[in-house]
Structures are given as structure tokens and as C-alpha cells.
């Protein structure tokens, strides 16, 4: 038999007092089984399309937000969610990763909100994964179609309200009622290899809307939808768009601006290396006539830009008025100035390639043009239409257009 000597005993008495107090702990303070990965589904989410899902994310974001590094995971699947707001701030960086697909309502207003997914207030945040955002729009975008006085606008899909260092990378967003993005009061958010899709007819389905908000960086998108695939509104500041696809769509668009008082500038603004195929637009900047705001649009970089079948590649259209709701007496007295348009290359639908359409009251100044080569579709050359500028320089008599008409 055998026998358990006395030091032998002292050890393995040690050890079980250590392994209970160990598992004591576990049980009390939960310290084992802490996570930072929060599963949606382990909260409550259900993957079938059709059961409201929210309090399920906003537990498994709560959870994820009370931590540096936390985790958002959502598995495979689809999740219906009626509305979320991820609301920070949140303990350090968080991580929301999407696997599956999230879809909204068919309710064309969703009670009146302006989004249908926030984060609000974050720090630190990275949207990523290979999931998808679906607005389900279809039924929303008769809603306001060709309406003047249109109440109870569609909402957005994805509001990025009042977030600092964000990342969004992979995901998809499709049919959204209204903007697939707002970036709004933001600092510091990149967009990154993200896909945004809507059919051509769907109104007022902006691709990403950047409002008020600065160091905004695009990057490597596709983005084909009924509406600007990029638009940038007042505030935006040091915005940089680069290897991004647009098409079919109606370009990248600074503005419109003038419309509401006391608009804040527009400056620090680079596109380049863009690809616009069949778009009504290329590169465009708009203000009403008349304004109600006297802002500055300054510093604009639009280069190494690809143009195919573009009804108007280059235009500055300072009487804007969609829908002909407009006062057409009056004049825009939004200031434009320093944008320069370098190696724009491509076709035009159009033989009016560039249109500048200047106020009268404030004239634009230092426009400048370099390296354009755009002819028409048959391979003829086009013509560049300017009134109401001040120092436009073409640089380079070779190029097409070379001169204002």
C-alpha cells in the first residue's frame, strides 16, 4: 500500500487550496471567463431576417464599449434590425467585425429618424469585415422623388456622428433609403476597400456624404449608386479621395452649398486617381442661386482622374437648382477659388467637356487646367465653356480642351 509522506501531503494540500481559490474567483469575479470577443448571438441576435435583433447588438456593443480592445462580432446570417445606436464613449478601441448581413425595414421613414445605424461619440472605432449593411430602400425611393417640399425625408444607413480615429474597411452597403454614409462632426475617418451599391434610378442615394467634418481619407472604393457617389457639404476640410470607382452615379460633388445661413468653408480637398464611367457628372462643385450664405470653397485638387462616357467630366455650376425650385433671379455669392484640374483623361457624352458657370457677383478666380484630354465618344475634340472667371490659366496649349470657349 502505498503511503503519503508528510511533504508530500504539505504540497498537495497547497495545491488544492490554490486551485479552489482559483475557481472561487472564476465563480465570483467572472475573471476566467472574460472575453473581449462579444458574439452577437450570444446575446440574443437571431439570424433569420426577420426577429428585431437590436437589443441583442446594443448588449453585445455595451459590453464590448466597457473595454480597450473590445470586440462586436457578427457571424454569419442575416439580422434584422429596426434601428441601433452605438454610443460611446467607449474604454479605449473598439472593434465592430461583420461576417453577416444586417437589413433595415421597409419602412420608408423608419418613424422619422435621419439614420438607421449610429455610432455616436467613439473613439477609436473600426468597422471591418466582408458583411453587409442592407437599407432595403426599395420601397423609399418613391417617397420623395421629384418632390419640391418633400416631409419626412428617408434615412441614412450608416451615420458616423461625432467619432474621432475610425476606420471602415470591407464591408458592403446596398440599397440605402437615402445616404449609404454621413460622415457628420467626425475627425480622422478613413474609408477603405468598401463596395456601396443602389440601382441607377434610386434618388438621392449618395454614396458617402461628408458633412462638418475634417481629415476624412477614401480610399480603394467602388461606388455605383443614384446619386453622387461622394458628396462633400459644408465643413468638410482636408478631405482626400483617392483609387476609388465611380459609376453609374452623378460624380464626386462638392456641395450643393448656399442654401442654409451660415454655412462653414470648404477647403484642403484632393480627388485623384478616380475612375468615373458613365456618370452624369464627374467632378463637380454647386452652389444655389441665390444663397443664403456667403461660403468659401478654396483649395481643391482634382488630378490623375479617368473619365468614360461622362456627360459633363468638369463642371462648376453655380446656379444650381434641382427640381427648378429656385429663385432664378438671383446670384450665388458662395466664393470659389484655387481648384485646379490636372490629366483629366477620358471621354465625354457632352462637347462641352468643361463647364464653368461662375456667379456674377462673385466671380471664381485662379482655376486652372492642366493636362486635360477629353474628347467626345466619336473621337472628336471638345470645347470648354467659362463665364464669369477670373484668372483661369490653361497650362499647355496641347492639351483638350485648351482654351474657354
Not at 503511503?3 to 482559483?22: A, K, Q
Not at 449618395?206 to 449608386?225: E, F, L, P
Not at 459633363?312 to 432664378?328: K, L, R, V
Not at 466664393?335 to 484640374?341: P, R, S, T, Y
Amino acid at each position: 500500500m502505498y503511503h503519503m509522506d508528510s511533504n508530500n501531503c504539505v504540497v498537495y494540500s497547497l495545491m488544492f487550496l490554490i486551485l479552489i481559490t482559483f475557481l472561487c474567483i472564476c465563480k465570483v469575479d467572472d475573471v476566467c471567463a472574460q472575453t473581449n470577443n462579444f458574439i452577437v448571438t450570444d446575446f440574443g441576435a437571431i439570424p433569420d431576417g426577420k426577429t428585431d435583433s437590436k437589443q441583442g447588438f446594443l448588449e453585445a456593443w455595451k459590453r464590448a464599449c466597457e473595454i480597450d480592445g473590445g470586440v462586436v462580432s457578427v457571424p454569419f446570417g442575416t439580422f434584422f434590425i429596426s434601428t441601433a445606436d452605438f454610443k460611446g464613449p467607449c474604454n479605449g478601441q473598439t472593434l465592430f467585425h461583420v461576417d453577416g448581413t444586417l437589413i433595415a425595414s421597409d419602412d420608408s421613414t423608419l418613424g422619422n429618424q435621419d439614420y438607421w445605424i449610429t455610432f455616436y461619440k467613439v473613439d477609436l472605432l473600426t468597422l471591418s469585415g466582408n458583411g453587409a449593411f442592407d437599407g432595403n430602400g426599395a420601397s423609399s425611393w418613391s417617397h420623395c422623388k421629384g418632390h419640391k417640399k418633400c416631409r419626412n425625408m428617408p434615412p441614412t444607413t450608416l451615420k458616423i456622428n461625432y467619432v474621432k480615429n475610425a476606420r471602415i474597411q470591407g464591408i458592403k452597403l446596398i440599397n440605402s433609403k437615402m445616404f449609404h454614409v454621413h460622415i457628420h462632426e467626425s475627425d480622422n475617418v478613413v474609408v477603405k476597400q468598401v463596395n456601396i451599391l443602389a440601382p441607377e434610378d434610386s434618388p438621392n442615394t449618395d454614396g458617402i456624404h461628408i458633412g462638418n467634418s475634417n481629415g476624412v481619407r477614401i480610399m480603394d472604393s467602388y461606388i455605383a449608386t443614384g446619386d453622387d457617389c461622394v458628396s462633400m457639404g459644408e465643413g468638410s476640410t482636408n478631405v482626400n479621395i483617392t483609387g476609388t470607382w465611380c459609376g453609374p452615379g452623378h460624380g464626386i460633388s462638392i456641395g450643393s452649398l448656399g442654401k442654409y445661413e451660415e454655412e462653414e468653408d470648404v477647403f484642403g480637398i484632393t480627388v485623384r486617381n478616380c475612375t468615373f464611367n458613365g456618370t452624369d457628372n464627374g467632378l463637380r462643385i454647386k452652389t444655389w442661386a441665390p444663397s443664403s450664405s456667403s461660403t468659401r470653397v478654396s483649395d481643391v485638387t482634382f488630378s490623375d482622374i479617368i473619365v468614360n462616357e461622362v456627360k459633363n467630366p468638369i463642371i462648376i455650376d453655380q446656379y444650381y437648382c434641382p427640381h427648378g425650385s429656385c429663385n432664378s433671379k438671383g446670384e450665388s455669392t458662395v466664393e470659389i477659388k484655387g481648384v485646379k484640374f490636372f490629366d483629366i483623361k477620358g471621354s465625354s457624352t457632352t462637347e462641352a467637356a468643361v463647364n464653368i458657370k461662375c456667379s456674377k457677383s462673385k466671380p471664381c478666380q485662379d482655376i486652372e487646367f492642366s493636362g486635360l484630354d477629353l474628347t467626345l465618344t466619336n473621337g472628336q475634340p471638345t470645347i470648354a465653356s467659362c463665364s464669369h472667371t477670373k484668372g483661369e490659366t490653361f497650362h499647355g496649349s496641347d492639351q483638350v480642351p485648351s482654351h474657354c470657349s
